[in-house]
Each structure stands twice: as C-alpha cells, then as structure tokens.
C-alpha cells in the first residue's frame, strides 16, 4: 500500500529565506506527483505536476523534483515572502487521477 | 485553468438529516472525485467516477453515496448524517490524459 510522507510537518523561516520541503513515498509505481498549496480553512491550488517520466517543474520562485527510483520529491521555494505561509501538500497519483496524500508541512515566514 | 465550484463553504445539519454536497466543473474532464479531510488523518478517498452514471467506492464509502447524471456535475450524498461526518469535503476534477487534479474550495460541514 503506497503511503506518503512529509518532513517537516512544519516549519518556521524569516523572510527571504530559500527552503525546501521533503516528501517521500513508498512505492515508485506512480503516474505523477503534485504538490498543492492549501491556506486555512480553504481548498487546494495546484502549485506543480511532475509526471512520472519527469525529474523537475519550475514555476517562478518554485522547482520540484522527482527521484521515483528513490521515492523522493522535494519542492523548493526561492526568496520565501510571507504571502508563501500555508500548508504544502504532496500527493502522489495512480492510475486514473487517484490522489494519495502526504500530511503536509505547515510553512511559516515571519516578516 | 479548470473551475471546479462547490455549492457551499460552510453548512450545518442535524443528526439523520440527508445532506447533499454539489460539485460542477467548467471543462470537460472525465474523472471527479470527493476527498473528506480531518486533522492528523489527512485527506482520504471517498468516493469517484470516471463517467456519467459511473461511480466506484474510494477508501472510506461508508454512510455515503454519490450521483453523477451529467459529466460537469458530481454530487456527495450522506444518507443520515452522523457526527462524525463531521470534515472538510472536497471535490477535484482530472483530466484523463494529462492528470492534473484540481480541487474546489471545500465545504466544511459541521453536524449537530
């Protein structure tokens, strides 16, 4: 049974700090992985996929990387501002869409 | 981007009553799913359906159903609910070919 783990569960920087959060999983049959963004109280945002044949995504301050071979993906975040408070989510996806969940890492950047 | 609405934020009920949590996305993606999320237990699979009138049980189907007559419209049914249906539901849409999920706002239901 996949299962997805997330360390730190969280994690407190002052601004303008570089950071990366790690994510690993147990089992390297996936079909992509996905990290999302979630603020309190609110749905998920998509921040990045990686498909299974990928190694990275870049979106402005973000990069993901994907290791399947070691079940591993890390999302870095350039410059930490305090808007980037929140929780990350990685979910690793099967066959069909279906998404399993890490337990996040509660970001904060202090001013 | 994909647009995927859920009818409310916040909802209160009581014990027994019929719930229905809606859910309506703007593209035309096969694969919907409901997730519920609740503190140190994550988000866990409840239900999803990769076509219209199609619907397989997820990890935790119990005292739910779910309807899906048209293929934007995905809709979370609890039967009787129960305290501890208490959660934060969300509904994703997939595309069946690229794969990217993405979710709605959340409906955070509390049940009395």
């Known amino acids: 049974k996949q299962e997805v783990t997330q360390i730190p569960a969280a994690l407190s920087v002052p601004e303008g700090e570089n950071l990366v959060l790690n994510c690993s999983f147990t089992?390297?049959?996936?079909?992509?992985l996905q990290w999302f963004r979630q603020d309190p109280g609110k749905g998920l945002t998509s921040l990045l996929l990686i498909q299974s044949s990928q190694r990275e995504q870049t979106s402005g301050r973000l990069n993901a990387s994907l290791d399947k071979s070691s079940g591993r993906s890390t999302l870095y975040i350039a410059a930490s501002q305090p808007g980037d408070s929140a929780t990350y989510l990685c979910?690793?996806?099967?066959?069909?869409?279906?998404?399993?969940f890490g337990q996040g890492t509660e970001l904060s950047v202090k001013p | 981007d994909v647009k995927v609405t859920q009818s409310s934020r916040y909802l209160v009920k009581r014990t027994g009553e019929k719930v229905f949590l809606e859910c309506v996305q703007d593209m035309d993606h096969e694969n919907m799913f409901w997730y519920r999320q609740d503190p140190g237990l994550g988000l866990r699979l409840i239900y999803f359906s990769y076509d219209v009138k199609m619907k397989e049980k997820g990890d935790i189907p119990e005292g739910y159903s779910v309807s899906r007559e048209k293929k934007e419209r995905f809709s979370l049914i609890l039967e009787s609910a129960s305290t501890n249906q208490t959660s934060m539901y969300l509904c994703a849409a997939v595309s069946a070919g690229y794969n990217e999920a993405f979710f709605g706002q959340g409906t955070r239901l509390t049940v009395v």
């Open positions: 979910a690793v996806g099967g066959q069909g869409g279906k998404l399993i």
């Open positions: 089992d390297s049959a996936i079909y992509n």
